[in-house]
């Protein structure tokens, strides 16, 4: 069975501080990783994906995730916060089992001026 | 350039009574995810479609709950007989084909409010 974990419901700070957003998944097969970005009252669209090759995978809005087998892990982060970056952010999972990613509770990304 | 497209965006409903979303995909998807989302509790899947046939419902409620993707149309959920605990965020997502490496694309959501 897969499942994500995303540590930490809020993260807040500076703008111009890095950004660090946990997750951690479960997977009994090698899993392909997700990060949307939600802003308020709208859908999810996708920042970045993990699908095979390079463990290091660049997104948009200047953002990447590593890929550590060895941690279970795909956190994400950005050098610099904007304001702009302020959102509710899922990391999802979904393994060679199932067609259907399992998101994260999501973390809301607080950025301070 | 049309994505995954759903309405109505806000829909409320008195106890009772039912709702219905709907959810074109993006052209050229066949599969359709729904998800509903809860203050607090992120994205809870409910059913996977391709057109005329329910791949996985596994996550719809036993009760109350349908969805169909006919072979002409918008994908359907429909809540009947709602009650205030069905208030939510519904959110549909479409992919080209089945596959677990695929990106899913979501829509702007249907937010359900039950009076």
């Known amino acids: 069975a897969q499942s994500v974990t995303q540590l930490g419901s809020h993260v807040s700070v500076s703008e111009g501080a890095l950004v660090l957003l946990r997750c951690n998944y479960s997977?009994?097969?090698?899993?392909?990783l997700f990060w949307y970005v939600q802003y308020p009252n709208q859908g999810l669209q996708l920042l970045l994906k993990y699908t095979t090759g390079a463990t290091l995978v660049k997104g948009i809005n200047g953002f990447e995730a590593e890929f550590k087998k060895s941690e279970t892990s795909f956190h994400l982060t950005k050098p610099s916060a904007h304001m702009s970056d302020a959102a509710e952010y899922f990391c999802a999972v979904s393994d060679g089992g199932s067609y259907i990613p399992t998101f994260g509770r999501g973390t809301s990304l607080i950025v301070h001026p | 350039n049309a994505g995954v497209m759903q309405n109505p965006r806000h829909l409320v409903r008195r106890r009772g009574q039912e709702a219905r979303l709907r959810c074109s995909p993006m052209k050229g998807h066949s599969h359709v995810y729904w998800y509903r989302q809860l203050p607090e509790e992120g994205l809870k899947f409910m059913v996977y479609l391709q057109k005329e046939n329910i791949i996985d419902e596994s996550g719809m409620p036993k009760e109350r709950f349908s969805a169909e993707f006919p072979k002409e149309g918008p994908s359907i959920l429909r809540i009947q007989q709602v009650v205030r605990g069905d208030s939510a965020a519904y959110f549909c997502a479409s992919t080209e084909e089945g596959g677990s490496g695929n990106t899913i694309y979501f829509g702007e959501g249907s937010w359900l409010t039950v009076v």
């Open positions: 997977s009994s097969v090698p899993p392909y």
